[in-house]
């Protein structure tokens, strides 16, 4: 149904160029219900929006029904009727009502009786379960309201796809639920999607294949036991065991602890581990200022698993070449040993691995 | 809004009232310009007398203010804004007792003489003049026409006969003369009973007839009577042209026509107001209005005023649009000419530009001074109203555009249904706004000879020598006015109200 073919887009900020999309295969079939799942940043939203170019591409070729429509010849209102867009910001019109909200379209834009339109408009609002609030302006909606009236608004122009940008993103949790119950319901009646979504359950359950997106490209593809049960490349492990890092270089031996500790602090805070702040504020001091005091460079990864609720340490130490853990001062060694569950050391090629778990 | 208008006017009615309350005065009776030490002086701008008394003010140590008509002159002297004013004794002869003012001294060493005044090489036009000034001195004509509209003689310049405004005489075959005066000076010319009148436009009137001409008045501040000259918008200028060798330089004078002292004119102290304020603004109310069918006057220039700034509007919103519309265009050109246009326009004062259009740029059109003023106020809210509609549009979020486009409208069905009800509603306020700017802007007109609201009642104001209560009529008007203008706007742009 979307056959997309080298997609690419580069912006162009102050004459810099930027590339967002670096030349993305992928091809959609009829009935499909796509997850687009990734870290921020990766070019998902942009993706989904040159689809029907709302941002328009620099490069590539997409077929939509068979037709190319990033030829500048295709009349692309056309093509948009025939693919819906969800946006993250409902973007309702605001001066209309609810129920011209979704008339509008097929009104102006279809050439509906207007009467048939109401008709239509009513059955996709109790649909969507809004029909009780089809004389009201969108002002007075919530989030989860004013996005289930924008799926009605774009059902409205009976589309063969639709494109849905982050729908719940801006969305309270206790809203989220209503919306994708709604996206679900489509999903059974059978409705080809594409979904940029950070919703990891419900892309799980709803999708029958999931894209999973980084560095401006399609990094893994497969079905939903695919990417989120047996991911294959270290990206997506660590993006869907949602695997949190704190990075640190030390090059000298006159680091300011009390910084980094304060950094351990908030780290801690964001991801819910207070409870084990101090131990590894104890551990990395033990490790860096008395076992490593000798040694500099030092890398380390304080890193945490969302998933499993883990916290690891991993200390690069840069060109030391045999053990250090077996001269250390027995004092410190004791405390690291008694405070984690395990303490591994490896020699590689750019010097000797520490992991504490 | 009604109830907002009720208190600002009573604000300026008051206002007003406390500016025309007299201050404690000093004993102040100058004889001489050397007695002026220390006080204000107020001249005409243009005058002989204001480039005459610029070689003294230092000397003898009085300050000169300038004002762009005689009646401000009165005005400024009477609310005592300035000791005294310097005027020739022609126009002095002619103060209204009522307003509280007389004369104190004649200048005796201030002798002038005056004369018509043509554009420069008009030589065929300006010896027909001589020749006609030649003839009426011959046969004692002049003399009789001073004597009717100036009683000198008696030295008594309150007592100037008014004699019934001289018939319009047309030859409706010849050729039209323009004729250029300040028109709020009585006895030369002023504006009866909605006829031009005083011993200059009877001078004219008489040559037009004896030489078969048609005659065409056009009213301009006095100032700018000689640069109309000069530009060719008027074929003589009549207003006591005093003969200097200053003004020869730029104009060809006819031979005298008359002669006048200088004299000093300062409040009259005797001169109580004794009527009470209800009398007073009723006898106000009989001599701006109704006496000599005065309020002709301001009808008249409640249409003109009416339709610079309907056109005005008009046509400086669809220019704007268009402005908008190439401001905010993807094509850097267009955007290059836009922002240039609105740059020029914007910081263009009005005035200027008003008189740039009407002396150079149209100086040699038949456009009359009507549209040129349509043209230029268009021109000049056009560069304001792009930007007002630019950022109405503006203000509308980028989500609503491209939901609209997402669902297949095509650019102008988004624009027309989605972006422009929603940027309405802020462009609105900021709409009126500009409108009645543009309403109050059009007061300027007068400059190149409209007779509008504010010209009409600086005639009203000249004719009677009434200070300030035609201002107070215009002001009256100017409120009513914006009120429909800006209900107007309401409920042709905003239809239905919600929210």
């Known amino acids: ?357 | 809004m009604i109830r907002y208008s009720k208190i600002s006017l009573l604000a300026v009615l008051i206002l007003s009232l406390l500016v025309s309350c007299t201050k404690s005065e000093e004993d102040f009776n100058p004889q001489s310009l050397r007695d002026l030490k220390g006080h204000t002086l107020a001249v005409l701008d243009g005058s002989y007398q204001y480039a005459y008394v610029k070689n003294y003010d230092e000397e003898y140590g009085f300050s000169v203010s300038v004002y762009q008509s005689l009646p401000d002159c009165y005005m400024a002297v009477a609310s005592g804004m300035a000791d005294a004013v310097m005027l020739s004794d022609l126009n002095a002869c002619n103060i209204n007792p009522s307003l509280g003012l007389k004369i104190c001294a004649v200048l005796e060493e201030v002798f002038t003489e005056f004369g018509f005044i043509v554009q420069k090489g008009n030589t065929e036009l300006l010896e027909e003049l001589n020749s006609f000034i030649t003839e009426i001195k011959a046969s004692g004509e002049l003399d009789e026409i001073y004597r009717r509209w100036v009683d000198k003689v008696t030295g008594d310049y309150h007592d100037c006969v008014r004699v019934d405004p001289i018939p319009a005489n047309s030859n409706p075959t010849g050729n039209v003369l323009v004729v250029g005066n300040a028109g709020v000076e009585p006895p030369a010319s002023v504006l009866l009973d909605n006829q031009w009148t005083g011993f200059e436009i009877e001078m004219v009137t008489r040559f037009a007839e004896h030489n078969g001409y048609q005659i065409q008045m056009q009213t301009y501040s006095f100032h700018n009577l000689i640069p109309s000259l000069q530009y060719g918008k008027i074929d003589i200028g009549a207003s006591t042209f005093i003969i200097s060798e200053e003004r020869k330089q730029k104009v060809d004078f006819t031979q005298p026509t008359g002669s006048a002292h200088s004299v000093l004119v300062i409040k009259d102290k005797e001169s109580n107001k004794e009527a009470s304020f209800f009398q007073s603004i009723k006898k106000s109310i009989n001599t701006s209005l109704i006496a000599e069918s005065r309020w002709k006057l301001i009808l008249q220039g409640l249409w003109v005023t009416v339709v610079v700034t309907f056109a005005a509007l008009v046509f400086g919103t669809i220019l704007g649009s268009g402005i908008c519309w190439m401001r905010m265009n993807r094509r850097r050109s267009f955007q290059r000419f836009a922002k240039f246009y609105q740059y020029v326009l914007r910081n263009t004062p009005i005035l200027v530009f008003l008189m740039i259009m009407y002396y150079v740029i149209f100086a040699n059109s038949s456009l009359s001074p009507i549209s040129v003023a349509i043209l230029a106020f268009s021109l000049n809210s056009s560069a304001f109203m792009s930007e007002i509609f630019r950022t109405g549009i503006m203000s509308v979020d980028n989500g609503q555009r491209e939901a609209g486009r997402g669902i297949g409208c095509t650019k102008f069905q988004t624009f027309r249904y989605i972006i422009l009800p929603q940027a309405i509603k802020s462009i609105v306020p900021v709409y009126k706004n500009e409108s009645v700017t543009l309403l109050k802007g059009t007061a300027i007109v007068g400059y190149i000879s409209i007779i509008d609201l504010t010209k009409g009642s600086d005639l009203i104001r000249s004719a009677t020598f009434e200070a300030f209560f035609p201002l107070i009529v215009i002001t009256v008007v100017y409120f009513i006015l914006a009120t429909i203008m800006t209900k107007g706007i309401d409920r042709l742009l905003l239809p239905n109200k919600r929210h």
Not at chain 1, 123 to 142: D, F, H
Not at chain 1, 156 to 177: Q, Y
Not at chain 1, 209 to 216: P, S, V, W
Request: proline content about 4%; charged content about 25%; some cysteine.
């Open chain 1, 1 to 357: 149904m979307i056959e997309i073919t080298n997609l690419s887009k580069t912006y162009y900020n102050n004459g810099q160029p930027l590339e967002v999309l670096k030349g993305i295969d992928c091809t959609i079939n009829k009935g499909e219900i796509v997850s687009i799942i990734g870290p921020s940043g990766t070019g998902k939203s942009t993706f989904l929006r040159c689809i029907n170019r709302l941002d328009e591409p620099t490069g590539g070729q997409i077929i939509f029904d068979g037709e190319n429509i990033l030829d500048p010849k295709v009349d692309i209102n056309r093509v948009r009727r025939k693919m819906g867009i969800v946006f993250q910001s409902f973007n309702l019109f605001e001066h209309f009502t609810i129920l011209e909200n979704v008339t509008f379209g097929p009104i102006k834009v279809l050439g509906m009786k207007k009467a048939e339109a109401e008709e239509r408009a009513m059955e996709l609002l109790r649909t969507v379960g809004m029909a009780e609030k089809a004389n009201v302006y969108p002002s007075s909606l919530s989030g989860g309201q004013k996005q289930r009236v924008a799926i009605a608004r774009c059902l409205s122009m009976e589309p063969k796809c639709i494109l849905f940008d982050e729908p719940t993103s801006a969305l309270d949790p206790t809203m989220v639920g209503e919306v994708l119950s709604v996206i679900r319901q489509l999903a059974s009646m059978g409705m080809t999607m594409l979904i940029v979504t950070h919703e990891m359950k419900f892309a799980h359950d709803v999708s029958t294949r999931i894209l999973f997106m980084y560095g401006g490209g399609i990094y893994e593809d497969g079905t939903p036991q695919q990417i989120f049960e047996h991911p294959q490349k270290p990206e997506t492990i660590a993006f869907i065991q949602r695997i949190r890092t704190l990075h640190y270089d030390l090059n000298t031996t006159n680091s300011d602890l009390y910084a980094i500790n304060t950094d351990i602090d908030k780290f801690c805070l964001k991801y819910g581990v207070e409870r084990q702040k101090f131990t590894l504020q104890l551990i990395f001091e033990e490790l860096m200022f008395n076992i490593l005091k000798d040694y500099r460079p030092i890398s380390v990864d304080i890193s945490f698993s969302e998933l499993d609720y883990s916290l690891s340490m991993k200390v690069l130490v840069k060109g030391a070449t045999s053990s250090v853990l077996n001269d250390a001062d027995e004092l410190s060694l004791s405390i690291i040993k008694g405070k984690s569950k395990e303490v591994k050391e490896t020699v590689t090629d750019e010097g000797l691995l520490i992991e504490i778990k």
